[in-house]
């Protein structure tokens, strides 16, 4: 994909005064950008090696600087504003995916000139992993030829038009060569440019550029040669990018170039010209149009008359669908061994089993890389964070053996005498099994006498295979005394539900359902494997301005109230009786369920404190000695006179400034103070907001995210459409299996640590990560940096430590090990990555630092950090070929439109539409998830249920998710973990409406069918409702069903879901992106 004939709209990351990049269209970049890693100190730009200098952007030699008065040419629409919520189609264009006339012509001549349009995506060869190092050499700046162009349809908001330009010929000097492809990389190559020449050089003669269209709006032509650019050319001049998430007005040069704050770092150059041809699938470059190869629409109408015209086909750049179903289909069903260090597990999308041979299963820990590099150099060269993703907690399959639990009685477990690190496989016996030397630090100690075991002809252990910690990557140990709150042994955990009684609260309805729910709720309480109940206790608060506390002791025959209204000095006026066995008072307690909407009745109190009810259980637990669980039931902003009344900050004009951070930072002080508390004592607390305006989320959320908890949001809640949704998440949530006043450590071998930590923890100091309490679905991701050379031969170790309480209150630990290859070859260390937990790092990296910098940095340092791991891979990995093309590692050929999602995401858009609340929700959401449930988030599942096979157990296959996979005769469920979707298409058959609404056609469908289906008695009603039920029951969190029709309003929520397309919100489409990219890496590697 050359960098000429396709200039997208307005930027990624263009230069804006202050940031690192080109200083408005011409001139010397700054000798450092001005933010360095996330918070760290500015860095300035490694040295490349010589030859390898990005070309100062100056016009090449013998050409005048062409002139950029004003960036665009007055007759081009301004790429990238968004005045509507969709891009506004071009007058000729239709709503909707169907094609669109061009209105390309409005300042060209009739037909662009050969010298024009360069193999933008056509001969973007999307390579896989492939041997061998490109050679380093300078490109000359020649121009290049005309290439063979591809059109593709205009959609509303679709793709960018690229026109077709005259084939060029072929000639044998300039001859191409692509590494071996992944099948679904088969990407339309284009004709080849003249003899020899590069294709990264500046156009001819100052052509014009103008960049393709966004959605649909109009767009100039190519003047003929000599004419001004009213886009600038390349060649290291300034020139913009796809526009991004709200940025509405475009600015010029390219983006910074310096170490952003993932440490961007110079790379070198393309490969010359002049390999042998490959033909066949290797993807030698094809010769102008072929017959038969057209792209998704039928019967797009050219824009411009002219040579005969192919659409590019959407179908040809990586399919994030296709590689979820290759692994499916090659590991799918099958065992997953943990014998082999360094192994790379299946994706997260494919069912497997996992048998525990010495390695924690990737179900507890993934990384964004098992094949770490050998230096910090190689690190720093390829730019792949080294991370892993560690979910403690993790559900394991009925199939597979739960963790074994070691118990050596009063020794406890048994650790190495330097580092602490706990009896693991990778320890080595030595001296006839009296003596072991540890793999984290190498220091050699005596075995306890207890523990001695002598050892076979391969220096094993007689015993290995009966000790789980010899034989297993994970196991538990239970902890003696010396693990203890002062030496105590701790007491079961408690739960304390605390209703909020205020006006909107009883008038809604929700105070009843909850009261009512928790009547069968109780019994279900989370207890040990075996236990006949829970050994869980209960308590009971109901609030507004004053707290009532409840003693529900079995004794008594009626509920006692006690009302707290010191709210600053909190403190619990009962100890026995308040928080109490379910079992033995459930007599009382469903007494107290039916009276307290009773009760609160006729209230017309509406304002609520929130500060004192966390405080209050807090107290009760320190009065009980234990740790525990609050579940907060909350509708509006705390504005009564208290600790942690918070006032409206809620503020659209920071927007996409320098201040738009503070929207996300919560509001310091008291709130600060309260987590702190809270993971003192062991107190998670889970948040069910209930608003029906701003209610300060960032502040309100800030105890449940340091404490291990979760924030639920139903936004105007009604109990008839949000009810069973909110009870749904309600019943999850207080049946999760989980682990209290946890405290995690991460112990690595020599050569590398871990160096940062995100999730919903709380760090008191740089190792110690604690949590109130850790739930099966929370997720702490890890940063290794080196401090040390790492050796090839020893491998890398890790080993988590997580100390915590059961259930039941036993206190053990729990041991996962993990050991990884190390590699000087890049190419290996490529072929080992997971795109996966890549995006979970870039996600939770990103969001952290958006507390602490603008928006729009956070994003082009996301840009720049993707270009440079790609132009890495390209400049050492791949086998030369020809600088049109784009190369992608096979483990990462999806990453552009995983990153491209995330850049779409609410909290990285800057839009004033989007709800501040809603943004920092999602924010907090991510930063605790686990793989799996980050990769669905940003790649949302969109299964076709038009055709399901109403009598297989399967689920169709997903299709990609883009507007052009829609059909109007079709039925499409859409989910991310968050939100379903059932999309209606608005021709869909008479029947279908039929089975599954029991109406006659989609006019009939009235308001009460948009939430629910009915229960209808045939197969398709079943089956749909089968697939979502399963859905519902698999993802951590409940969602709420949306049935939404082709063309009505409720389908922009939809829509904003297809994140292939363009953002709803600003943001580009994933083909446009992926453009941008290839354009940024062809500058690193000139």
């Given at each position: 994909m050359s960098q000429q004939g396709y200039v997208a709209a307005p930027p990624y990351s263009q230069a804006q005064p202050g940031i690192g990049g080109y200083q408005g269209g011409f001139g010397a970049p700054p000798a450092q950008p001005l933010y360095g890693h996330y918070g760290g100190p500015p860095q300035g730009f490694n040295a490349p090696p010589a030859g390898v200098m990005k070309s100062p952007p100056t016009s090449p030699a013998g050409m005048p600087p062409s002139p950029v008065s004003s960036q665009y040419n007055p007759s081009v629409q301004q790429n990238g504003a968004h005045p509507q919520r969709y891009a506004s189609p071009s007058a000729a264009s239709p709503p909707y995916g169907q094609p669109s006339h061009s209105v390309y012509n409005n300042m060209a001549s009739p037909a662009p000139p050969t010298q024009q349009l360069a193999n933008q995506m056509s001969a973007m060869n999307l390579g896989s992993y492939a041997p061998g190092t490109m050679q380093s050499q300078p490109l000359p700046p020649t121009s290049s030829v005309a290439q063979q162009h591809f059109q593709t349809p205009a959609p509303a908001m679709g793709q960018p038009q690229i026109h077709p330009a005259p084939q060029a010929p072929h000639m044998a000097s300039q001859n191409q060569m692509s590494?071996?492809?992944?099948?679904?990389?088969?990407?339309?190559?284009?004709?080849?440019?003249?003899?020899?020449?590069?294709?990264?050089?500046?156009?001819?003669?100052?052509?014009?550029?103008?960049?393709?269209?966004?959605?649909?709006?109009?767009?100039?032509g190519p003047p003929m040669g000599g004419q001004s650019m009213a886009g600038p050319p390349m060649g290291g001049q300034s020139m913009?990018?796809?526009?991004?998430?709200?940025?509405?007005?475009?600015?010029?040069?390219?983006?910074?170039?310096?170490?952003?704050?993932?440490?961007?770092?110079?790379?070198?150059?393309?490969?010359?010209?002049?390999?042998?041809?490959?033909?066949?699938?290797?993807?030698?470059?094809?010769?102008?149009?072929?017959?038969?190869?057209?792209?998704?629409?039928?019967?797009?109408?050219?824009?411009?008359?002219?040579?005969?015209?192919?659409?590019?086909?959407?179908?040809?750049?990586?399919?994030?669908?296709?590689?979820?179903?290759?692994?499916?289909?090659?590991?799918?069903?099958?065992?997953?061994?943990?014998?082999?260090?360094?192994?790379?597990?299946?994706?997260?999308?494919?069912?497997?089993?996992?048998?525990?041979?010495?390695?924690?299963?990737?179900?507890?820990?993934?990384?964004?890389?098992?094949?770490?590099?050998?230096?910090?150099?190689?690190?720093?060269?390829?730019?792949?964070?080294?991370?892993?993703?560690?979910?403690?907690?993790?559900?394991?399959?009925?199939?597979?053996?739960?963790?074994?639990?070691?118990?050596?009685?009063?020794?406890?477990?048994?650790?190495?005498?330097?580092?602490?690190?706990?009896?693991?496989?990778?320890?080595?016996?030595?001296?006839?099994?009296?003596?072991?030397?540890?793999?984290?630090?190498?220091?050699?100690?005596?075995?306890?006498?207890?523990?001695?075991?002598?050892?076979?002809?391969?220096?094993?252990?007689?015993?290995?295979?009966?000790?789980?910690?010899?034989?297993?990557g994970s196991y538990e140990f239970v902890a003696t005394l010396d693990y203890c709150k002062n030496n105590k042994p701790p007491n079961p955990p408690a739960y304390i539900f605390m209703i909020d009684v205020s006006y909107t609260n009883i008038k809604s309805g929700l105070v009843k359902l909850v009261c009512d729910e928790l009547k069968s709720l109780l019994e279900k309480l989370p207890r040990e494997d075996g236990a006949e109940a829970s050994a869980i206790k209960v308590g009971f608060v109901t609030y507004n301005k004053v707290l009532h506390f409840y003693n529900v002791k079995s004794a008594l025959?009626?509920?006692?109230?006690?009302?707290?209204?010191?709210?600053?000095?909190?403190?619990v006026p009962l100890l026995d009786g308040f928080l109490v066995n379910y079992q033995d008072s459930r007599a009382v307690i469903y007494n107290l369920l039916d009276q307290i909407p009773d009760m609160f009745a006729d209230t017309n109190e509406s304002e609520t404190v929130f500060a004192p009810v966390i405080q209050a259980g807090v107290e009760a637990f320190k009065a009980a000695e234990c740790s525990g669980k609050l579940f907060i039931f909350h509708s509006s902003m705390p504005t009564a006179e208290a600790p942690g009344k918070l006032k409206n900050r809620d503020d659209k004009k920071l927007v996409n400034t320098d201040k738009e951070k503070t929207l996300f930072q919560p509001q310091k002080g008291v709130y600060e103070q309260l987590s702190k508390d809270c993971v003192a004592q062991g107190c998670c607390v889970d948040l069910f907001l209930f608003p029906s305006q701003y209610l300060d989320l960032a502040?309100?959320?800030?105890?449940?995210?340091?404490?291990?908890?979760?924030?639920?949001?139903?936004?105007?809640?009604?109990?008839?459409?949000?009810?069973?949704?909110?009870?749904?998440?309600?019943?999850?949530?207080?049946?999760k299996s989980l682990g209290f006043d946890a405290v995690m450590r991460v112990r690595t071998s020599t050569g590398f640590r871990a160096t940062d930590f995100f999730g919903a923890i709380y760090m008191n100091n740089t190792t110690d990560v604690e949590m109130a309490a850790v739930d099966c679905d929370k997720a702490v991701t890890v940063e290794f940096k080196h401090d040390d050379t790492l050796s090839e031969e020893s491998g890398a170790f890790m080993q988590c430590a997580l100390l915590y309480t059961t259930i039941s209150g036993q206190r053990r630990l729990r041991i996962h090990n993990l050991s990884l290859n190390c590699t000087s070859q890049l190419s290996e260390l490529y072929k080992c990555c997971e795109t996966d937990s890549l995006i979970n790092f870039f996600a939770k990296s990103a969001y952290r630092a958006i507390l602490n910098q603008p928006v729009k940095n956070v994003r082009d340092i996301l840009v720049n950090q993707t270009a440079h791991m790609l132009a890495c891979y390209r400049k050492n990995c791949a086998s030369p070929s020809a600088a049109s093309q784009l190369i992608l590692p096979d483990s990462m050929r999806v990453f552009p439109v995983y990153m491209n999602s995330l850049m779409k995401t609410a909290p990285l858009v800057g839009s004033t539409e989007l709800s501040t609340d809603d943004r920092a929700h999602q924010r907090l959401s991510v930063m605790a998830m686990g793989v799996e449930d980050s990769?669905?988030?940003?790649?949302?599942?969109?299964?076709?249920?038009?055709?399901?096979?109403?009598?297989?157990?399967a689920v169709p296959d997903p299709v990609r998710c883009s507007e052009e996979r829609l059909s109007d005769s079709g039925l499409f469920l859409l989910e991310n973990g968050h939100s379903i979707f059932l999309w209606l298409g608005q021709a869909s058959p008479?029947?279908?409406?039929?089975?599954?609404?029991?109406?006659?056609?989609?006019?009939?469908?009235?308001?009460?069918?948009?939430?629910?289906?009915?229960?209808?008695?045939?197969?398709?009603?079943?089956?749909?409702?089968?697939?979502?039920?399963?859905?519902?029951?698999?993802?951590?969190?409940s969602m709420k069903l949306q049935i939404v029709r082709q063309r009505d309003k409720p389908e922009m929520l939809f829509r904003q879901f297809l994140v292939e397309d363009k953002g709803l919100h600003g943001g580009a489409s994933y083909m446009d992106f992926l453009c941008y990219v290839h354009r940024e890496i062809r500058q690193l590697l000139t």
């Open positions: 590494p071996p492809q992944s099948p679904l990389t088969n990407m339309l190559a284009s004709g080849q440019p003249m003899g020899g020449q590069s294709m990264a050089g500046p156009p001819m003669g100052g052509q014009s550029m103008t960049g393709p269209p966004m959605g649909g709006q109009s767009m100039a913009t990018g796809p526009p991004m998430a709200g940025m509405n007005m475009p600015f010029p040069g390219p983006p910074p170039s310096g170490q952003g704050a993932f440490q961007q770092h110079g790379t070198g150059p393309t490969a010359p010209s002049g390999y042998p041809q490959q033909s066949g699938q290797f993807g030698g470059l094809m010769s102008g149009p072929q017959p038969g190869m057209s792209g998704g629409f039928p019967g797009t109408s050219g824009g411009l008359a002219g040579p005969p015209q192919k659409k590019l086909d959407p179908d040809s750049i990586p399919s994030t669908t296709q590689v979820i179903e290759d692994d499916k289909a090659r590991l799918g069903g099958h065992v997953f061994s943990t014998n082999m260090r360094g192994q790379v597990p299946p994706l997260v999308t494919t069912d497997f089993t996992v048998q525990d041979q010495g390695n924690a299963s990737p179900r507890f820990i993934r990384c964004t890389t098992y094949s770490l590099p050998c230096t910090a150099e190689l690190a720093k060269q390829c730019q792949v964070p080294l991370a892993s993703i560690i979910k403690p907690f993790a559900k394991l399959p009925k199939n597979e053996t739960p963790l074994y639990v070691v118990n050596h009685g009063e020794t406890g477990p048994i650790r190495c005498n330097r580092c602490k690190a706990y009896m693991c496989p990778y320890m080595q016996f030595i001296d006839g099994g009296r003596r072991y030397q540890c793999s984290f630090c190498n220091c050699v100690s005596e075995v306890p006498v207890f523990y001695f075991q002598h050892l076979d002809h391969m220096g094993r252990r007689v015993d290995f295979y009966e000790r789980p910690e010899l034989s297993q025959a009626q509920p006692q109230m006690m009302v707290v209204s010191d709210i600053v000095e909190m403190f502040s309100m959320a800030d105890v449940p995210s340091h404490t291990g908890g979760s924030v639920y949001k139903y936004n105007n809640f009604q109990v008839a459409t949000d009810g069973e949704h909110f009870l749904r998440d309600l019943r999850k949530d207080l049946q990769q669905l988030q940003l790649y949302p599942r969109l299964i076709p249920l038009h055709n399901v096979d109403v009598g297989s157990e008479p029947d279908l409406i039929q089975s599954l609404f029991n109406a006659p056609s989609l006019a009939h469908l009235q308001q009460e069918h948009m939430f629910t289906l009915p229960e209808l008695d045939n197969p398709l009603s079943k089956k749909v409702r089968a697939i979502i039920s399963e859905l519902l029951e698999k993802r951590p969190n």
